[in-house]
């Protein structure tokens, strides 16, 4: 790691690699774990990333899971966050990213957890990464199955609280909004000819027109923040060519829903922003996550309002927390 692009809390790395390996350790061996934690753990740091972009969350930082007495951890897990969202009380938790329909935990783990929450006097809940999609939960949602506590998918989307809590939202772009770009044909390069009189034209081209449209196809200027959620969708594709130009639309088909946490990355890969182990680190530093969209549930609203969104729904859990009023979600 150059000094050069050494990250700003490079000290706080340095901090705690000493502590777990001590003042004498070998200075290689210092240097590839401060390597290591400022690559950090993808899955927390994409969480912590998504929980700032959403705009409810006012602190949100890593628990040290470093334990004294060595003795404690045949006693207490620490869980890997602390949280204060808006409106709400701080709570604990656990991040875990599994592929599996079935989130689990041995009943030693889970019984250190709520150890430690119930030591602390604070509520407990799982960030569970399933493939791209989370889902936010109190952890007295997973059951005792035969050997361990499971929770499956289907059930952790029925008992999710990335909405309340988070600011998270689904949304649906209307049927025939999109973006529309026309190519001139400015000098051919080469023809290439093959069999039944079919060829292959190459063309040197140039952008001379781009237009958005709204639902149901029609002409609009839209603000940037509105045609930047395009951005976000899985459009359909169609080409229309005359002789001098070639029309490429994308648009939306009316199907699928999209959630917000996952709007994010797909703006992050429009603008090209690395999100791998040390990507999500880095956006985790920035006060700007985004360079299109600062207020998610600010710019949905826009684009309603534009004929570019159709729907936004806001989930709630089917059984509320103990922790929360039925007045707080509300």
Known sequence: M????????????????????????????????VQRLNFGLPAEDEFCVICAW????????????????????????????LAMFDSFSPVLIEVKSKANKKLSFTPEYYAKL?????????????????????TLFD??????????????FNEAMRQNLLGILVGDVSYKISAGAGVHLVFAKERLISTEHAANDAYTETWEMRVSEVAFTT????????????????????????????????????????????????????????????RDAGGWRDLMRKSEITRSISDFNAALQRAMAEGVVSHVFNQVPVDVPDFLSESQIG
């Open 54 to 81: 959403l705009g409810r969350c006012r602190l949100l930082h890593k628990l040290d899971q470093v334990q004294v007495p060595r003795s404690s951890v045949e006693v207490f897990q620490v869980p890997d966050l």
């Open 114 to 134: 709520i150890r430690y929450a119930d030591s602390m006097k604070m509520p407990l809940l799982v960030a569970w990464k399933h493939h791209s999609i989370w």
């Open 139 to 152: 952890i007295r949602h997973l059951k005792l199955a035969r050997t361990n506590f499971n929770i499956d």
């Open 2 to 33: 150059s000094l050069k692009n050494s990250p700003t809390d490079l000290h706080i790395l340095i901090q705690q690699a000493l502590a777990e390996l001590g003042s004498t350790a070998d200075p290689t061996a210092i240097a590839s774990l």
């Open 215 to 274: 639902g149901g196809g029609q002409p609009a200027k839209l603000t940037a923040e509105t045609s930047q959620l395009l951005a976000t969708w899985d459009m359909a594709e169609s080409e229309e060519h005359t002789e001098t130009s070639i029309k490429k639309s994308f648009y939306a088909n009316g199907d699928g829903m999209e959630f917000g946490h996952r709007a994010l990355v797909h703006l992050l890969d429009w603008e090209g922003k690395e």
